[in-house]
């Protein structure tokens, strides 16, 4: 999700970041781009979108007497366009998709036109349907243009003042609470403070340039060498140790990394690139190399036709060759192929050359280019070769970059956890458990990237609003109902002590709605089905599962099968039925694997 600074304020733009990615999750589009009103300039500003791959992003501006603007003018409501040969206004938004399908749909506030919702693609090809899908864009909406009146904009009146102290009641939140900044100036000194400064103008985006890429397994296209016998889909995967969850460290290069895996948004992304050299010069593959300080990833390798063995040998061959800290044993192979059902391409490749991306002390990315042809590369086709290079490399760079920031949050929550340790002892381990489980759910939801990595601060963070609580009180073996009140004010007074952490995920929200229930029975404020956040779903059936399992609330802990079966009794009354199936799915496979 990219937002831009023109007309926003940071804390707008997060906002309609967050409100807009909805449109995913609610609506099924794959991609979206919202438009404001720029007062006094003519025109329509793009500030923040979602789902377009880099080169093929929404125009930054649209003029006021564009055809596109002057048609939603005319309807004044969503329209639909499944077939966009016709709406040659819309060409200027159909790059990166053969057959771009589109929902538009104007925002008002106070009756004025403020703003442009362009939503395309919905998941897995479908065409939109206004019947179906204009309803929740319409609420997305609400809460865009609720965002938008809160923040003054488009002259709406100031906020009311705010209403003096009163006695705390369950679904209040008190004012001048001790926040998580301060937790961290005590258990971390000043030179060691590891949130990262704000990000300047001139600073990349933090985000993965794609966000509807889904899913920690190889897609259809996708196939593995080097893997275990049988493991020929995502099901069929390792589960790959997650280190960021058990504590955070950013080690020098180890010789005994072990063997992780490729994000899928690094491998879209390089498909990609490979395709447009494929296209523009003769070759049989394109291989990519990512360096890793804590773990050897798989050579990424795209081709059109199936490579047969010997060639997937000769290219980790190659890679071993310009990486010597790296053996050949070690390396795998992640394939993309373009045409499954076509013969295998044999022989060898008699011509290749070598790129270096990105060399640094810790490493260096290595890009490769093979041809059967015993025939060198022109001065044109290494200008090329050079160019999408950079490109990739810039792209690596950048994801770096939303790496780091993300283990800089991840340590930042171990921090604050390690802070209640005298006070609730039990805080931490729980917290952590949950987050292990909830992580491995979130990918076997096939959640994008940044989902994941929400859920996965959320799920450590998400019973620190205990800290403010009286620890004698939840040590009570009973607590009277009075009690009880005071203790489900925990996810609001969460959202309070991280107030100041500006995380780049939507965690406070998932944390603040763990307790809703999919029946909307649940607190702080009675959330149902997917009007509750898919983190907040996850976060509640793990921790459910996690508290039966662990003994906690209960005379003695349920056995492994016995809380699976409470936990499928409640689904669709308590939990997202389609949440339980999925740990269900996860909890046999780890059975499965000891």
Sequence with gaps: MQASPLILGEALANRCSQVLYRCLEEVGSTKGALYLRVPGQGVFEVVSFFGWPRGTRPPVSIPEDHPLVVRTHRERRSFVVNDASDAPELSAFGQGGEWPRYLITPLYLMGDWVGLLIQRDRIKGGTFDRDRDEPPTLAICEDLVEALREFHLYGSAPRPAPKAPGPLQPNQVPEGLPTASAIIDEVAPAPERLLPPPPGPAAAPLHSVDSTLHGAGPGTRERLFGFHAGQEGFTA???????????????????????????????????????????ILSTGAVALWIE?????????????????????????????????????????????????????MKGVFATYMPLLLNESTEGHDLLMVFRQEDQSFSLTEIEAIQQLGRMLGLYLQEARLHERYYHAFISVSHRILQSSESRLPTLRPHSLATARLARDLALRLDLPSEEVEAVSIAAILHDVGTLLLDPQMLAKAELTSEEMKRVRTHPEL???????????????????????????????????ETAIPMGSRIIALIEAYEVMTSGKSYRRPRGFRQALDELRNESGTQFDPRV???????????????
């Design 494 to 528: 969460a959202a309070v002590f991280l107030k100041d952490l500006r995380f780049p995920f939507d965690v406070v929200r998932m944390i603040r709605h763990h307790h809703e229930r999919w029946d909307g029975y649940g607190y702080p404020d009675g959330l149902r």
């Design 292 to 344: 890793d300080p804590e773990e050897i990833r798989p050579i990424l390798a795209y081709s059109q036709f199936p490579l047969a063995t010997e060639l997937q040998q000769q290219i980790l061959a190659h890679a071993t060759f310009h990486l010597p800290k790296v053996r050949e044993q070690d390396l795998r192979l992640i394939t993309r192929v373009e045409m499954t059902d076509t013969p295998e």
């Design 237 to 279: 995967l390792p589960w790959e140790a997650d280190r960021t969850l058990s504590g955070w460290v950013m080690p020098p290069v180890s010789p005994e990394r072990k063997r992780g895996m490729t994000p899928p948004e690094h491998r879209a992304y390089f498909w990609e690139i490979a395709g447009l050299l494929t296209q």
């Design 580 to 594: 339980v199936e999925a740990f269900f799915e996860l909890m046999t496979l780890k059975e499965g694997r000891g």
